[in-house]
């Protein structure tokens, strides 16, 4: 049925309606989107920041990051790594002028399966912040859900007071890993579930409710909800707006700009198909899942196990890329070599 000029105008955009019953993230490193759209919290990870780098607008907080990694001196690579850090922080602090809650920064994928590592830098991060002006209370540090990530957040979260949000979430193996860790956040990827499908099956389209994406988070919240975890739900990786329209109701969605366009643009009505009290009388029974668990459980799900390995490829070669092009800036004569 289509809606009247008329009634269209009085009718709040679809956008408007699904900050009523979903908090809204922005998924982008770009401040002018952040301004334009009013989310309530934003994340970023190394792509993003990538591609924010390269733009002429955000050269200062470049230069800044380069000069930061050269006061701290030592060996080139310690000067390009702390550069890096810096950088992410430096974005960071400047989206959190823009909205009222918190930022999610990422730690270097490469430390995907080294706990320590990741505790380490998480705990670097917030230092780093904290030099800004930024408490860790604004702050999620974002963690691959291998699990070596999710008992990092584990330790981030219980020893250190640090919130977390665990990234890469395929399987449902990663989502109650994650919730049994008693970590903040969880951001299930959706977008990237149905690649893979399309990629590796007859059928390449689906209607929003039987998106295998959608379904995924579906479960995951309505688990979350009937046992009562507290980790939060925060949709993400979204491909159009069918699907981010069919997960009204999760706690959260981190949206891209384009998407949170063509939102802002329609004008539907929006109801929740997602709900506390539909999750607690859901079928779903209980598990525990242990280190040996776990990785059973996830290395089943063929999907989640290659959308895993490959995310944290293309994160691990995104962040190497930034680390060139502060090498450039670090060590001029690196861009002749």
Not at 9 to 38: P, R
Not at 99 to 125: C, H, N, W, Y
Not at 266 to 290: F, G, R, Y
Request: glycine share 6%; aromatic share 8%; charged share 25%.
């Amino acid at each position: 049925m289509s809606v009247s000029p008329v009634k269209r105008q009085k009718m709040e955009s679809a956008l408007d309606q699904l900050k009523h019953h979903t908090t809204v993230v922005a998924d982008t490193g770009d401040f002018n989107a952040i301004d334009e759209y009013k989310p309530l919290d934003a994340t970023t990870n190394p792509s993003l920041i990538l591609a924010a780098a390269q733009m002429p607008a955000y050269q200062k907080l470049v230069d800044d990051a380069v000069a930061y990694g050269k006061k701290l001196g030592g060996s080139e690579e310690e000067q390009i790594k702390n550069a890096s850090d810096k950088l992410f922080v430096l974005f960071g602090a400047e989206i959190l002028k823009r909205i009222p809650g918190r930022v999610s920064t990422e730690v270097d994928a490469r430390l995907s399966f080294d706990k320590e590592g990741m505790i380490q830098r998480a705990r670097r991060l917030i230092d780093l912040y904290k030099e800004v002006g930024v408490g860790k209370d604004r702050i999620l540090i974002k963690l691959s859900s291998t699990w070596e990530g999710i008992q990092a957040g584990r330790v981030l979260e219980a020893e250190y007071g640090i919130h977390c949000n665990m990234t890469l979430l395929f399987s449902f193996a990663q989502a109650v890993a994650c919730a049994e860790a008693g970590v903040t956040l969880i951001s299930p990827f959706v977008g990237r579930i149905l690649d893979w499908y399309v990629a590796n099956g007859d059928k390449k389209t689906y209607e929003p409710s039987e998106d295998p994406g959608v379904k995924s988070v579906t479960k995951i919240y309505n688990y979350y909800k009937k046992f009562g975890y507290k980790t939060i739900v925060m949709g993400a990786s979204f491909r159009n707006t069918g699907q981010i329209k069919a997960l009204t109701g999760c706690d959260y969605l981190t949206i891209s700009p384009k998407l949170l366009a063509e939102l802002s643009k329609e004008h539907v009505k929006l109801t929740p198909t997602l709900s506390v009290k539909e999750a607690q009388a859901c079928d779903l029974e209980k598990i525990h899942l242990d280190e040996k668990a776990f990785r059973w459980h996830h290395n089943e799900d063929q999907m989640a196990v290659e959308k895993l390995s490959d995310g944290i490829r293309r994160f691990a070669a995104d962040a190497v890329k930034l680390e060139r092009m502060l090498k450039v800036e670090i060590t001029p004569t690196a861009a002749s070599l």
